[in-house]
C-alpha cells in the first residue's frame, strides 16, 4: 500500500512541477515528418542533471530537502497571526493542537509554489454536527484555505466539508478517517501570478490527496478564502503558512514543505 501511495504521489508531482515550464508544451496532432529520418539520440538530453534528493523511509517522512515546520517538539517555527508573539497552541505527545481562543498561528517564513505534508486528527468522541464538529483548516500563503472537519459519516454543504477549498471546490470523494485516527493531507501548491497592475496573470491551482486519495485534482483557485460572498484575488507575494484555531480541539503533527 505504501509503495503505490509512494508511486501516485511522485506522478501527481511530476505532473505538479509541469506547470512551472516558461513556455507551454506545443503538442502536434500527427508525426512530424521529419521523425522518419531522426537518430535516438537527437531526443536525448543531459543537462541540467536534476539535484538528488533522498526521499524520506516512508510517504509520510521528510525527504532531505523539505522544510520541517513541526517536528512534535515545539512551536518555534510559528507565531500568533494576532500579534505576532509566540503561538499559543499546545504541544503534547508530538502532536500540537488548537487552543480555544488563541487564535490562528502562521509560519515565520513565507511560502510560494511547494509541496506541503500535514497530518491532523479531530476530537474524538466527536461533538457538534455541521461546520460545528472538528473544524479547522489549513490556509496557503495565509489566503486560501484547504478545509479540515470531521466529515466522516458526517454532512455538511460540500465545498465545506474536509478535503474543500473552502466555499470554492468540493473535494472529488470523501476520504475520511473516524474521529480520532490521524489523517494526512499532501498538497501541491502553484502559486497565483500577478500582473503589474494587480490584475490576474494565473490563480492558483491545488492537487490534494487525502490519505493518500486525489481528492483536488490541480483544481484552479476562485480567490482568497470567504466565509460570506464570492472570492476574489488580491495582489501578493509569497506568505506564510496558516492553520486555522475554530475553537475545537484538532490537533496536528509531522507539517513539512518543499519550496518548489
Not at 480555544?100 to 486528527?121: A, M, N, Y
Request: charged fraction near 20%; aromatic fraction near 10%; proline fraction near 8%.
Amino acid at each position: 500500500m505504501q509503495k503505490t501511495a509512494l508511486f501516485l504521489t511522485s506522478a501527481l508531482l511530476l505532473a505538479a512541477l509541469q506547470t512551472f515550464a516558461q513556455e507551454p508544451a506545443k503538442y502536434l496532432s500527427s508525426e512530424p515528418a521529419e521523425n522518419k529520418n531522426m537518430k535516438p539520440e537527437e531526443t536525448e538530453y543531459y543537462t541540467p542533471v536534476p539535484p538528488v534528493v533522498t526521499p524520506g523511509k516512508d510517504c509520510g517522512e521528510a525527504p532531505s530537502d523539505a522544510i520541517v515546520l513541526f517536528d512534535g517538539k515545539n512551536l518555534n517555527n510559528w507565531v500568533s497571526s494576532k500579534d505576532g508573539g509566540p503561538a499559543g497552541w499546545t504541544v503534547s505527545d508530538g502532536a500540537m493542537t488548537t487552543k480555544t481562543g488563541t487564535g490562528p498561528i502562521h509560519t515565520k517564513q513565507s511560502f510560494g509554489d511547494c509541496q506541503l505534508h500535514v497530518e491532523w486528527r479531530t476530537p474524538n468522541p466527536p461533538k457538534g454536527t455541521g461546520q460545528d464538529r472538528g473544524n479547522s483548516g489549513i490556509f496557503l500563503q495565509s489566503q486560501y484555505e484547504l478545509q479540515v472537519l470531521d466529515s466522516y459519516h458526517a454532512s455538511t454543504y460540500v465545498d465545506g466539508q474536509a478535503g474543500s477549498i473552502y466555499k470554492d471546490s468540493p473535494p472529488l470523494v470523501n476520504a475520511c478517517r473516524p474521529p480520532g485516527v490521524w489523517q494526512t493531507y499532501d498538497i501541491f501548491y502553484t502559486a497565483p501570478r500577478f500582473n503589474e497592475d494587480g490584475s490576474v496573470k494565473s490563480p492558483a491551482y491545488e492537487t490534494v490527496l487525502q490519505n493518500g486519495v486525489l481528492i483536488q485534482n490541480h483544481v484552479d483557485i476562485k480567490g482568497q478564502t470567504l466565509y460570506v460572498g464570492k472570492h476574489f484575488y488580491k495582489k501578493h507575494g509569497d506568505l506564510p503558512l496558516e492553520l486555522q484555531d475554530h475553537n475545537h480541539p484538532v490537533s496536528y503533527r509531522n507539517i513539512w514543505i518543499r519550496k518548489l
